[in-house]
């Protein structure tokens, strides 16, 4: 009945709204489709917080320590055509190549949003501003066109 964050709060304060009015926990919970638990804890909460929020959650446990990011960041830019396999096994990591994907590696403005190509960092030590990208129907490979002081070609297979 009551879906989303906005919906959540409103029916949290119909209860406490109603409790005030003077029903019982019963016909609250029979009025609003909510056990008699629900009731309680929102009245409690209420009664001691005087909020309907929910609570900030922790969130899962970080499996990388902030100087194996930073290794992970180093090694990115130090090869910018690595991926992130090639990554976890050179620096040793028990985490998947997945796991050091998911670390953030800065960029410079004009490459942020279509820098990173398939698994492959980004190569932003060498491509200017000018640079597109082209696809070659039928072949699992994307050429990348990149204007340097002289103009090149890049052909990167997956």
């Known amino acids: 009945m009551f879906r989303g964050h906005v919906n959540r ?21 029979r009025e609003l489709g909510v056990t008699k638990d629900t009731v309680y804890l929102w009245i409690r909460r209420w009664q001691e917080e005087g909020n309907l929020t929910d609570r900030r959650r922790q969130g899962r446990p970080r499996e990388t320590t902030n100087d194996q990011d930073e290794e992970i960041r180093e090694a990115a830019e130090a090869n910018p055509f690595t991926n992130a396999v090639a990554i976890t096994e050179d620096l040793n990591l028990p985490v998947s190549g997945r796991t050091t994907a998911a670390v953030p590696v800065s960029l410079p403005r004009e490459l942020s949003a279509t820098a990173l190509v398939k698994g492959f960092a980004s190569a932003a030590s060498l491509i200017s501003s000018s640079w597109s990208f082209v696809v070659s129907l039928g072949l699992p490979c994307l050429l990348l066109s990149v204007k340097l002081p002289s103009s090149c070609h890049l052909l990167i297979h997956r």
């Open 9 to 29: 709060v409103a029916l949290r304060g119909r209860i406490v709204g109603m409790h005030e009015s003077g029903k019982t926990a019963a016909e609250i919970s």
